[in-house]
């Protein structure tokens, strides 16, 4: 890559006020809330790929805040109030979301979502069955809904569902089109005056104390004032810390299915597997509880192992009944860590990390970038 002109240099890149390393829905999120904030801030967003292709465009499109299975995981290593913060977190995210791009350009369906329980869930299903009142009333308080949590068993056959003994059902979940979301965001981003960049892969980032110095890997040297880091799960290059670990996610969809009974959100074998349906078709996806190792990397790609086990659900599980074709395949990668709580913290003086969105990043994406944008005020 040759060297920046004297033009590029003047035009593209001077005086630039914060540049913001990744377009996913946190670094578009925080982006907007800063021009919101100041119209006249110089804000520039870097992106290494020709789209965000991180999570943002690549995921499942559930507007979820959590299964009970999840919840009650979350209860054993964190405490009520922390898990509860999360839980409003969530909802106010998708709350927020919801009213940045409008639900006909997300395409919003508030078709409920739906935990699956086989029979070896049994003990599972009774722990979250004698659980739902303590946790209706909790989710009230933060959504304002009544009984949230329903057992819905009499949907399994609706549904054409094998092999599975229980449904719980949340009313509270939708569905979003995710390309759609992403698409409405970087329409917004660019209306505001924020400039995207895609193609650039940031290699270093120095911050001098007076400036931040931003090595691309064309080689081009940039240097802004401050910087909000957002790319999630790979975020170790630049972050250099253990504290964000990649999760790879491989999704199916199939091609569109005749008569297809199922609508809503599905959560199985504790939120590990996702499925919904989508203009006739089943997207399906997750599973890398069955290959932890394998799944733990932030390369993209598709396995063997993962997707015989997806095909395998779809089958015998979610359509025994229905003749389907895969369509396509593709992957994404979650940033996870040893808790659910992301991480939004000042990782130098003119640095701010805004990243480890965990599994519900679609929920939690516009929030975590407006507080990475809220601490960036404070040092601008
Ligand atoms: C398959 C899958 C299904 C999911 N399903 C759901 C769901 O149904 N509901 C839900 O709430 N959440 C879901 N999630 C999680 C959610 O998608 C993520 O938490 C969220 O999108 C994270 O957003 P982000 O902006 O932090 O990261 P990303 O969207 O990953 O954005 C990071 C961006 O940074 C860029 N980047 C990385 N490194 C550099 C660099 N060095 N220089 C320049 N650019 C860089 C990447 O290209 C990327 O575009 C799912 C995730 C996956 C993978």
Redesign the pocket.
């Known amino acids: 890559m040759p060297n920046l002109s004297y033009w590029e240099k003047e035009s593209f890149f001077k005086n630039i006020d914060v540049a913001i390393?990744?377009?996913?829905?946190?670094?578009?999120s925080a982006a907007i809330h800063l021009k919101e904030y100041s119209p006249k801030l110089k804000v520039i967003v870097?992106?290494?790929?020709s789209?965000?292709?991180?999570?943002?465009?690549?995921?499942?499109?559930?507007?979820?805040f959590g299964s009970l299975t999840e919840l009650l995981d979350d209860l054993e290593t964190q405490s009520e109030d922390e898990i509860f913060a999360l839980v409003e977190k969530?909802w106010k995210g998708l709350e927020r979301l919801r009213k940045r791009v409008g639900d006909q350009n997300l395409k919003y369906k508030p078709w409920g979502g739906f935990e699956l329980f086989r029979n070896e869930d049994a003990e599972s299903f009774e722990k979250c069955a004698s659980q739902i009142d303590f946790f209706n009333k909790k989710i009230q308080t933060i959504t304002g809904q009544k009984e949230v949590y329903k057992i819905a068993d009499e949907k399994i056959n609706q549904f054409g569902f094998q092999k599975i003994q229980h449904l719980i059902h949340n009313q509270a979940e939708g569905q979003i089109h995710t390309g759609e979301m992403m698409y409405a965001l970087l329409q917004i981003a660019r209306k505001k005056g924020i400039k995207i960049f895609n193609g650039?892969?940031?290699?270093k980032i120095n911050d001098q104390g007076k400036d931040v110095k931003i090595e691309t890997a064309e080689g081009w040297n940039l240097s802004v004032k401050k910087v909000l880091v957002?790319?999630?799960?790979?975020a170790k290059?630049?972050i250099k810390s253990n504290k964000v670990i990649p999760a790879?996610?491989?999704?199916i969809i199939t091609k569109p299915i005749k008569n297809l009974p199922i609508q809503g959100?599905f959560h199985y074998d504790k939120g590990y597997v996702?499925f919904r349906n989508i203009d006739g078709r089943i997207l399906l996806?997750?599973g890398r509880n069955l290959a932890k190792e394998e799944e733990t990397t932030a390369e993209f790609g598709t396995t063997e192992t993962i997707q015989k086990a997806l095909k395998d659900l779809l089958k015998n599980v979610i359509l025994p009944h229905h003749n389907f074709e895969i369509e396509s395949i593709w992957?994404?990668?979650?940033?996870v860590g040893n808790t659910k709580q992301p991480i939004v913290e000042l990782m130098s003086e003119n640095v701010v990390v805004?990243?480890r969105?965990?599994?519900?990043?679609?929920?939690?994406?516009s929030l975590?970038?407006e507080e990475g944008a809220s601490l960036l005020k404070t040092i601008l």
């Open positions: 390393i990744g377009s996913g829905i946190v670094g578009l870097l992106e290494r790929g789209l965000p292709i991180g999570a943002s465009t690549r995921n499942a499109g559930f507007a979820c969530r650039i892969f940031v290699k957002a790319t999630n799960g790979f290059t630049l790879r996610n491989q999704v959100c996702y996806g997750g992957s994404g990668i979650l940033g805004s990243v969105l965990g599994g519900m990043g679609v929920a939690i994406g975590v970038g």
